[in-house]
Protein backbone atom coordinates (compact mmCIF):
# COMPACT_ATOMS: atom_id res chain seq x y z
CA UNK A 1 0.00 0.00 0.00
CA UNK A 2 1.52 3.53 -0.72
CA UNK A 3 2.06 6.36 1.44
CA UNK A 4 -0.81 8.35 -0.54
CA UNK A 5 -3.36 5.36 -0.31
CA UNK A 6 -2.62 5.33 3.38
CA UNK A 7 -3.32 9.16 3.25
CA UNK A 8 -6.76 8.59 1.45
CA UNK A 9 -7.92 6.22 3.94
CA UNK A 10 -6.65 8.30 6.70
CA UNK A 11 -8.72 11.24 5.43
CA UNK A 12 -11.93 9.58 5.68
CA UNK A 13 -14.25 10.66 8.39
CA UNK A 14 -13.90 7.78 11.05
CA UNK A 15 -17.47 6.68 12.36
CA UNK A 16 -18.39 6.79 15.96
CA UNK A 17 -18.68 4.14 18.27
CA UNK A 18 -22.78 3.10 18.14
CA UNK A 19 -25.05 3.20 20.95
CA UNK A 20 -25.17 -0.39 21.82
CA UNK A 21 -24.63 -2.64 24.80
CA UNK A 22 -21.34 -0.89 26.16
CA UNK A 23 -24.69 1.58 27.75
CA UNK A 24 -25.89 -1.17 29.60
CA UNK A 25 -22.46 -2.37 31.04
CA UNK A 26 -21.92 1.49 32.25
CA UNK A 27 -25.30 1.01 34.11
CA UNK A 28 -24.35 -2.40 35.57
CA UNK A 29 -21.07 -0.72 36.83
CA UNK A 30 -22.10 2.22 38.37
CA UNK A 31 -25.47 3.88 37.74
CA UNK A 32 -24.26 7.17 39.19
CA UNK A 33 -21.50 7.25 36.20
CA UNK A 34 -24.20 6.29 34.05
CA UNK A 35 -26.50 9.17 35.16
CA UNK A 36 -23.71 11.61 34.42
CA UNK A 37 -22.28 10.24 31.16
CA UNK A 38 -25.25 9.52 29.46
CA UNK A 39 -28.06 11.26 31.58
CA UNK A 40 -26.34 14.57 32.01
CA UNK A 41 -23.78 13.96 29.01
CA UNK A 42 -20.66 14.63 30.54
CA UNK A 43 -17.80 13.34 28.59
CA UNK A 44 -14.70 13.73 30.19
CA UNK A 45 -11.95 15.57 27.37
CA UNK A 46 -9.49 13.14 28.43
CA UNK A 47 -11.21 10.27 26.93
CA UNK A 48 -10.68 12.08 23.34
CA UNK A 49 -6.98 11.15 23.75
CA UNK A 50 -8.15 7.67 23.96
CA UNK A 51 -10.14 7.73 21.52
CA UNK A 52 -7.56 9.13 19.07
CA UNK A 53 -5.34 6.31 20.29
CA UNK A 54 -7.65 3.58 19.80
CA UNK A 55 -8.94 4.78 16.70
CA UNK A 56 -5.18 4.49 15.70
CA UNK A 57 -4.59 1.15 15.93
CA UNK A 58 -8.12 0.21 14.79
CA UNK A 59 -7.12 2.02 11.42
CA UNK A 60 -3.69 0.67 12.02
CA UNK A 61 -4.63 -3.04 12.17
CA UNK A 62 -7.64 -2.70 8.93
CA UNK A 63 -4.79 -1.61 6.40
CA UNK A 64 -2.46 -3.77 7.97
CA UNK A 65 -4.61 -7.04 7.19
CA UNK A 66 -6.11 -5.17 4.03
CA UNK A 67 -2.45 -5.25 3.00
CA UNK A 68 -2.05 -8.90 3.31
CA UNK A 69 -0.83 -8.51 6.75
CA UNK A 70 1.88 -6.27 5.92
CA UNK A 71 3.70 -4.76 9.47
CA UNK A 72 4.72 -1.64 7.82
CA UNK A 73 0.75 -0.93 6.33
CA UNK A 74 -0.08 -0.99 10.02
CA UNK A 75 2.16 0.82 11.42
CA UNK A 76 2.37 3.99 8.39
CA UNK A 77 -1.69 3.60 8.94
CA UNK A 78 -1.43 4.45 12.78
CA UNK A 79 1.15 6.49 12.99
CA UNK A 80 -0.49 8.79 10.07
CA UNK A 81 -3.84 8.75 12.17
CA UNK A 82 -1.84 10.09 15.34
CA UNK A 83 -0.17 12.67 13.56
CA UNK A 84 -3.88 13.68 11.92
CA UNK A 85 -4.75 14.72 15.34
CA UNK A 86 -1.51 16.39 16.92
CA UNK A 87 -3.63 19.60 17.68
CA UNK A 88 -6.10 17.77 19.60
CA UNK A 89 -3.35 16.01 21.50
CA UNK A 90 -1.20 18.54 22.30
CA UNK A 91 1.39 18.76 24.38
CA UNK A 92 1.59 15.12 24.84
CA UNK A 93 1.43 14.37 21.22
CA UNK A 94 5.16 13.16 21.00
CA UNK A 95 4.48 10.55 23.54
CA UNK A 96 1.16 9.83 22.19
CA UNK A 97 2.67 9.39 19.00
CA UNK A 98 5.95 6.88 20.39
CA UNK A 99 3.15 5.22 22.03
CA UNK A 100 0.80 4.29 19.45
CA UNK A 101 3.58 3.03 17.42
CA UNK A 102 4.71 0.23 19.90
CA UNK A 103 1.44 -0.68 20.63
CA UNK A 104 0.73 -1.22 16.83
CA UNK A 105 4.53 -2.91 16.48
CA UNK A 106 3.46 -5.27 19.52
CA UNK A 107 0.28 -6.04 17.93
CA UNK A 108 2.20 -7.09 14.60
CA UNK A 109 4.46 -9.17 16.23
CA UNK A 110 1.95 -11.30 17.96
CA UNK A 111 -1.41 -11.50 15.27
CA UNK A 112 0.46 -10.49 11.83
CA UNK A 113 3.82 -11.49 11.30
CA UNK A 114 3.05 -13.92 14.49
CA UNK A 115 5.19 -14.23 17.46
CA UNK A 116 2.69 -18.10 17.28
CA UNK A 117 1.02 -18.51 13.67
CA UNK A 118 -0.24 -15.17 12.45
CA UNK A 119 -3.93 -14.93 12.16
CA UNK A 120 -3.62 -15.32 8.17
CA UNK A 121 -3.01 -18.64 8.54
CA UNK A 122 -5.63 -19.42 11.18
CA UNK A 123 -8.58 -17.75 9.99
CA UNK A 124 -10.52 -16.58 6.69
CA UNK A 125 -11.62 -13.42 6.97
CA UNK A 126 -15.71 -12.44 7.05
CA UNK A 127 -16.14 -9.36 7.19
CA UNK A 128 -14.27 -6.09 9.18
CA UNK A 129 -16.45 -3.21 10.76
CA UNK A 130 -19.65 -5.13 10.37
CA UNK A 131 -22.68 -3.36 11.33
CA UNK A 132 -24.99 -5.64 12.83
CA UNK A 133 -28.40 -4.93 15.10
CA UNK A 134 -29.53 -7.21 18.13
CA UNK A 135 -33.16 -7.77 18.06
CA UNK A 136 -34.75 -8.62 21.76
CA UNK A 137 -37.94 -10.08 21.81
CA UNK A 138 -39.82 -6.85 22.81
CA UNK A 139 -38.58 -4.97 19.88
CA UNK A 140 -36.36 -3.39 20.69
CA UNK A 141 -32.87 -2.90 18.81
CA UNK A 142 -29.64 -2.39 20.43
CA UNK A 143 -26.47 -1.99 17.94
CA UNK A 144 -23.43 -3.64 17.61
CA UNK A 145 -20.38 -3.28 15.70
CA UNK A 146 -17.74 -5.91 15.00
CA UNK A 147 -14.21 -5.23 14.47
CA UNK A 148 -13.88 -8.33 13.22
CA UNK A 149 -15.39 -11.71 11.83
CA UNK A 150 -13.47 -14.86 10.77
CA UNK A 151 -14.46 -18.09 10.00
CA UNK A 152 -11.54 -20.52 11.93
CA UNK A 153 -10.40 -22.94 9.41
CA UNK A 154 -9.61 -25.96 11.63
CA UNK A 155 -13.23 -25.71 12.99
CA UNK A 156 -14.90 -23.81 10.08
CA UNK A 157 -17.05 -22.12 12.64
CA UNK A 158 -17.51 -18.09 12.52
CA UNK A 159 -15.35 -16.44 15.63
CA UNK A 160 -15.78 -12.43 16.41
CA UNK A 161 -13.01 -10.99 17.12
CA UNK A 162 -13.05 -7.39 19.32
CA UNK A 163 -9.61 -5.45 19.62
CA UNK A 164 -9.38 -3.57 22.97
CA UNK A 165 -7.08 -0.69 23.66
CA UNK A 166 -6.61 0.22 27.34
CA UNK A 167 -3.73 1.80 29.52
CA UNK A 168 -5.21 0.07 32.53
CA UNK A 169 -4.28 -3.43 34.15
CA UNK A 170 -5.26 -6.22 31.14
CA UNK A 171 -7.30 -8.08 33.84
CA UNK A 172 -9.64 -5.11 33.82
CA UNK A 173 -10.98 -6.05 30.09
CA UNK A 174 -10.87 -9.24 30.78
CA UNK A 175 -12.83 -9.56 33.64
CA UNK A 176 -15.54 -6.57 32.11
CA UNK A 177 -15.73 -9.18 29.48
CA UNK A 178 -16.29 -12.85 30.84
CA UNK A 179 -18.71 -11.30 33.62
CA UNK A 180 -20.39 -8.52 31.61
CA UNK A 181 -22.61 -8.54 28.70
CA UNK A 182 -20.71 -7.81 25.62
CA UNK A 183 -19.63 -10.84 24.75
CA UNK A 184 -23.54 -12.44 24.93
CA UNK A 185 -24.61 -9.40 22.84
CA UNK A 186 -22.29 -10.36 19.77
CA UNK A 187 -22.53 -14.10 19.91
CA UNK A 188 -26.44 -13.39 19.95
CA UNK A 189 -26.16 -10.65 17.06
CA UNK A 190 -23.42 -12.39 14.98
CA UNK A 191 -25.95 -15.83 15.24
CA UNK A 192 -28.73 -13.50 14.12
CA UNK A 193 -27.04 -12.20 11.31
CA UNK A 194 -25.23 -14.70 10.01
CA UNK A 195 -28.05 -17.54 10.66
CA UNK A 196 -25.32 -19.81 12.59
CA UNK A 197 -24.39 -19.77 16.25
CA UNK A 198 -20.46 -18.51 16.33
CA UNK A 199 -17.99 -20.63 18.08
CA UNK A 200 -17.31 -17.73 20.19
CA UNK A 201 -16.04 -14.18 20.81
CA UNK A 202 -12.20 -13.33 21.18
CA UNK A 203 -10.76 -9.85 21.93
CA UNK A 204 -7.26 -9.01 21.29
CA UNK A 205 -6.38 -6.21 24.38
CA UNK A 206 -3.43 -3.93 24.10
CA UNK A 207 -2.21 -2.61 27.07
CA UNK A 208 -0.30 0.77 26.58
CA UNK A 209 1.21 3.49 29.30
CA UNK A 210 3.40 6.25 29.20
CA UNK A 211 6.14 5.06 31.61
CA UNK A 212 9.39 7.38 32.54
CA UNK A 213 11.42 5.12 30.82
CA UNK A 214 9.17 5.27 27.44
CA UNK A 215 6.06 3.46 26.40
CA UNK A 216 5.10 0.43 28.00
CA UNK A 217 2.90 -2.16 26.13
CA UNK A 218 1.63 -6.00 26.39
CA UNK A 219 -0.92 -7.34 23.90
CA UNK A 220 -2.88 -10.66 25.30
CA UNK A 221 -5.85 -12.42 23.61
CA UNK A 222 -8.43 -13.67 25.95
CA UNK A 223 -9.87 -16.84 25.76
CA UNK A 224 -12.25 -18.34 23.62
CA UNK A 225 -15.77 -17.11 25.19
CA UNK A 226 -18.72 -18.86 24.64
CA UNK A 227 -22.38 -18.72 25.86
CA UNK A 228 -24.89 -21.00 25.87
CA UNK A 229 -28.75 -21.11 25.22
CA UNK A 230 -30.00 -20.72 28.65
CA UNK A 231 -27.18 -17.71 28.97
CA UNK A 232 -28.81 -15.84 25.54
CA UNK A 233 -32.07 -16.10 27.02
CA UNK A 234 -31.25 -14.91 30.28
CA UNK A 235 -29.37 -12.21 28.41
CA UNK A 236 -32.55 -11.27 26.78
CA UNK A 237 -34.87 -11.01 29.78
CA UNK A 238 -32.00 -8.74 31.46
CA UNK A 239 -31.92 -6.21 28.87
CA UNK A 240 -35.63 -5.78 28.92
CA UNK A 241 -35.37 -5.77 32.38
CA UNK A 242 -32.64 -3.17 32.48
CA UNK A 243 -34.25 -1.08 29.56
CA UNK A 244 -37.37 -0.64 31.08
CA UNK A 245 -35.46 0.25 34.56
CA UNK A 246 -33.64 2.86 32.63
CA UNK A 247 -36.29 4.45 30.83
CA UNK A 248 -38.50 5.02 34.47
CA UNK A 249 -36.01 6.13 36.63
CA UNK A 250 -34.88 8.73 33.46
CA UNK A 251 -38.81 9.71 33.68
CA UNK A 252 -38.88 10.07 37.35
CA UNK A 253 -35.75 12.13 37.34
CA UNK A 254 -36.92 14.54 34.67
CA UNK A 255 -40.28 15.06 36.16
CA UNK A 256 -38.17 15.79 39.85
CA UNK A 257 -39.89 13.27 42.12
CA UNK A 258 -37.13 11.76 43.47
CA UNK A 259 -33.10 13.35 43.63
CA UNK A 260 -30.54 12.01 40.90
CA UNK A 261 -28.59 9.94 44.12
CA UNK A 262 -31.27 7.71 44.77
CA UNK A 263 -32.32 6.94 41.37
CA UNK A 264 -28.92 6.60 40.16
CA UNK A 265 -26.83 5.80 43.38
CA UNK A 266 -23.27 5.32 43.32
CA UNK A 267 -21.35 1.32 43.19
CA UNK A 268 -18.13 2.89 44.99
CA UNK A 269 -17.01 -1.18 45.78
CA UNK A 270 -15.88 -0.71 41.58
CA UNK A 271 -14.36 2.69 41.44
CA UNK A 272 -11.12 1.11 41.82
CA UNK A 273 -11.31 -1.83 39.35
CA UNK A 274 -12.64 0.24 36.45
CA UNK A 275 -10.31 3.46 37.36
CA UNK A 276 -13.52 5.58 36.81
CA UNK A 277 -12.84 9.35 34.92
CA UNK A 278 -15.69 10.62 36.71
CA UNK A 279 -13.50 10.57 40.19
CA UNK A 280 -13.05 13.95 40.92
CA UNK A 281 -16.79 14.80 40.13
CA UNK A 282 -18.50 12.01 41.57
CA UNK A 283 -18.63 13.23 45.54
CA UNK A 284 -20.94 16.35 44.48
CA UNK A 285 -24.30 16.63 43.24
CA UNK A 286 -23.70 18.46 39.61
CA UNK A 287 -25.65 21.38 38.10
CA UNK A 288 -26.95 19.90 34.50
CA UNK A 289 -26.19 23.18 33.23
CA UNK A 290 -22.75 23.30 33.93
CA UNK A 291 -20.27 21.22 32.51
CA UNK A 292 -17.35 20.68 34.50
CA UNK A 293 -13.82 21.80 34.22
CA UNK A 294 -12.24 18.79 31.77
CA UNK A 295 -15.27 17.80 30.48
CA UNK A 296 -17.41 18.64 27.34
CA UNK A 297 -21.09 18.12 26.90
CA UNK A 298 -21.60 15.43 24.35
CA UNK A 299 -25.37 15.76 22.89
CA UNK A 300 -24.98 12.96 20.72
CA UNK A 301 -25.74 10.87 24.23
CA UNK A 302 -29.13 12.03 25.01
CA UNK A 303 -31.12 9.53 26.34
CA UNK A 304 -34.00 9.79 23.48
CA UNK A 305 -32.63 6.86 22.72
CA UNK A 306 -34.57 4.79 25.01
CA UNK A 307 -37.55 5.93 24.13
S1 LIG B 1 -16.00 7.19 41.03
FE1 LIG B 1 -17.04 5.24 41.55
S2 LIG B 1 -19.04 5.81 42.37
FE2 LIG B 1 -18.21 7.60 41.28
S3 LIG B 1 -19.05 7.45 39.23
FE3 LIG B 1 -17.08 6.44 39.21
S4 LIG B 1 -17.50 4.26 39.58
FE4 LIG B 1 -19.30 5.43 40.19
Not at 125 to 142: A, D, H, K, P, Q
Request: hydrophobic share 35%; glycine share 8%; charged share 20%.
Amino acid sequence: MTPQEIKTYLSKPHRESPMGGHFFGVYSECPWKFFLRYVLGFQPTESQRYFIRGQAIHSGIELCIDDGFDPATGLSTAVGYVDLHADELGVDYEDDRKLVSAMMMEWTNEYATGGAKPDSARYTELGREVEGVLRLSNGYEISIRFDRVVRCRQTGRILIIDTKTTSRSISSPFRSLTQGVQAISYLLAGTQLYGEAPLGFIADVIVGKHLKAGPSVLVQRSPLITFSKYAGIQYELNMIGLLSEITQKVKTYQSGELPCEMLFPRSTALCSMWNCPFENICRRRPDPAVVPLGFTHDPRLSLEVLS
